[in-house]
């Protein structure tokens, strides 16, 4: 076993206190009280519009593709650099998968790539917060505002981060977001819809209910329900919710630590940013980060795979990131745009470091002190 593993989810203890609570109450399943107490606490806490709870980012993102009722033969741009449920959950509405590569500066998707890549069957964006550091939002809904398409945030990576002083998840039509094991915030597995958009959310609800409108029987707001839009079973068990609520309950805490761990990272890795060795995260000016996970990028694939073995002998699990999508094996026959030279190199460059919420000084001294070792 790694003396230092990449992850390892953090246990408040008020989660089993919650877990209980619901086991007690007897409706444990989905859109149940502790549902209801986790909505309650996200629209509160940012602002978002309608929050429904998912099993998984991944749902999140295909309930995201319903409500743009994305068809065959619909275009939308997203970057190469990114999980691949960013993208199946449009290609499984037959959509055209655009992909735009990264910025120089950090992985996300260069934003003044977008409007080259917008064409008469393009019908939304969807940007991804690597890292949970933010895209250049304004530009990118100024954008879309221009040629009428829609702006989905893929925020898997982006609970508690920020645009200038608007929350990720809020700015876009809608949101979506992950509480995989992973995930600052989790429930093993696990995700949220948000819905911006007033005039989505009625129907979201229902996609989310199996394309029912059983959630507004449950109100009083019709006097049965029944079979009215597509849907799937979309909502989490009450007692994953009761697990959420109970890291929730720690937000603050956890946040604090994660950005202490990032911030300490950064601050004794810079001297090797300095002499050329790796490149460090970005931050641009407008938005900030939120302790989600560190990543370094070597000067070459080789560098990056060796520093991995070095690291691994010592204890400590480094690991690499995405595969550009645009190369994997389901859709490089499919990909005919331009070549994507900075997803390749984060593809190829990119490691992350240990990341997790129990993760001390001296332990973060040790794993620095290692990489520092390799360049030296």
Same mark, same amino acid.
């Given at each position: =076993? ?15 206190? *919650? ?26 806490? #940012?602002? $978002? ?12 993102? +295909? ?7 994305? +068809?065959?033969?619909? +275009? ?13 959950? $449009?290609? /499984? ?21 977008? +409007? ?24 990118? =809904? ?25 929350? /990720?998840?809020?700015?876009?039509? =809608?949101?979506?977001?992950?509480? *995989? ?11 949220? /819809? ?23 029987? #449950? ?23 009761? #697990?959420?609520?109970?890291? /929730? ?12 761990? %990032? ?6 890795? =810079? ?47 480094? @690991? %690499? ?34 990341? $997790? ?10 794993? @620095? ?8």
């Amino acid at each position: =076993m790694m003396q230092f593993p990449f992850n390892k989810p953090h246990f408040t203890g008020r989660e089993a206190y *919650h877990v209980a609570a619901a086991g007690a109450s007897g409706k444990i399943s989905g859109n149940g009280q502790f549902t209801a107490l986790c909505h309650d606490f996200f629209r509160q806490r #940012y602002g $978002f519009g309608k929050v429904l709870l998912t099993t998984s980012c991944t749902d999140a993102l +295909e309930m995201t593709a319903l409500l743009a009722r994305i +068809e065959p033969g619909d +275009e939308v741009i997203m970057p190469s650099f990114t999980f691949v449920s960013t993208a199946n959950a $449009f290609i /499984l509405r037959g959509a055209h998968i655009i992909f735009a590569d990264s910025n120089p500066y950090n992985p996300n998707m260069d934003v003044s790539l977008i +409007e080259s890549l917008i064409s008469s069957r393009t019908r939304a964006i969807v940007v991804v917060h690597y890292a949970g550091i933010a895209c250049d939002m304004d530009a990118v =809904m100024e954008l879309a505002g221009r040629y009428r398409l829609l702006v989905i945030e893929d925020a898997a990576h982006a609970i508690d981060s920020f645009y200038k002083d608007r929350p /990720l998840g809020s700015i876009g039509h =809608m949101g979506a977001f992950s509480f *995989h094991e992973t995930k600052n915030i989790s429930c093993g597995e696990g995700g949220m /819809l948000v819905v911006n958009d007033a005039e989505l959310a009625p129907r979201a609800e229902i996609i989310w209910e199996k394309g029912t409108n059983r959630a507004a029987f #449950y109100r009083g707001e019709v006097d049965k329900y029944g079979w009215v839009d597509v849907g799937s079973s979309f909502l989490p068990s009450d007692l994953a919710a009761a #697990y959420l609520l109970g890291q /929730l309950d720690s937000l603050d805490d956890i946040q604090q630590k994660r950005k202490h761990i %990032f911030d300490t990272y950064h601050h004794f890795l =810079m001297p090797l940013q300095l002499s050329g060795d790796l490149q460090l995260p970005y931050i641009p000016d407008y938005a900030s980060h939120n302790g989600h996970l560190f990543y370094i990028v070597t000067q070459q694939l080789s560098h990056r795979d060796r520093l991995i073995r070095h690291l691994n002998q010592q204890g400590i699990q480094a @690991v %690499f990131h995405y595969l550009p999508l645009h190369q994997s094996p389901f859709y490089k026959n499919k990909y005919t745009g331009r070549p994507l030279p900075e997803s390749e190199r984060y593809a190829d460059c990119l490691l992350r470091l240990p990341f $997790f919420y129990d993760l001390d000084d001296e332990q973060i001294e040790t794993v @620095v002190k290692a990489v520092f070792g390799f360049f030296n």
